[in-house]
Structure formats: C-alpha cells, structure tokens
C-alpha cells in the first residue's frame, strides 16, 4: 500500500484544517487507519484511527472532541478534521496503515510500528 498524505499548512489558533490520506494498492476496506503526529522535540504519538468495517473512531486525549476521523473506501481516502486547532498541535502528521488493531497510547517506536506508512505533512499552528 502506497499512502500519501496531505493538507498541512499554517493556521491560526482555533482554525481548522482538514488532513487527506489516499491510498494505493491492497484494498483500503481491509485495514485499519491511523493518523500519528510528531511535535517539534518530541516524540511520535498516536493522534487518531478508525477501525475496518464498524468504522468506529478512537482519538487520543489531546485531540478529543477537536478532531474527527473519516474514511471513504471507495475512494480509498482517510480524513483527519482538525478543529479549534492550538500551537500544541504543531507537528508533522503521517497516515499510517495496518490490518491489525492498534491503539498505542505510549509514544510510538517508529515505522515498525504500523504496516504501512506515508509521508508526512506539516501542520503549523501560529499567530
């Protein structure tokens, strides 16, 4: 599976942005997506997923109730609406793919972590 991600950009405090993922490849219906972030410093955290079939969203603590996960499978697109958007959010954000359920609440190891990966887009909160 081939991932790229888009729509970063600069934004100010409590702007939105909304994050596209699309995929290529193996069928996107059959994984689990997952949006991850890495803050300037910091290390690389789960932000959000969203399960196969139930398409049930799951969201970190920092990012509950601002954020919301969507995916369209015949497009074989995952979105990632950023509302209310801080400057704790700056961090580069990657969409990531796998076929098992992983909600990873530690701070990740790195790419073995998920199957697939995509490169990332830099989301920059300021004033």
């Known amino acids: 599976v081939q991932l790229q991600a888009s729509g970063g950009g600069l934004v100010q405090p409590g702007g939105s942005l909304t994050l596209t993922c699309t995929a290529s490849g193996p069928i996107l219906s059959d994984l689990r997506m997952y949006w991850v972030r890495r803050a300037p410093g910091k290390e690389l955290m789960l932000v959000s997923l969203i399960d196969r079939t139930t398409n049930k969203p799951y969201y970190s603590d920092s990012v509950k109730g601002r954020f919301s996960i969507r995916r369209d499978d015949a497009k074989d697109t995952v979105y990632l609406q950023m509302n209310n958007l801080q400057p704790e959010d700056t961090a580069v954000y990657y969409c990531?793919?796998?076929?098992?359920?992983?909600?990873?609440?530690?701070?990740?190891?790195?790419?073995?972590?998920?199957?697939?990966w995509g490169q990332g887009t830099q989301v920059t909160v300021s004033s």
């Open positions: 990531a793919a796998d076929r098992n359920f992983k909600y990873i609440s530690r701070p990740l190891l790195g790419h073995s972590e998920f199957e697939f």
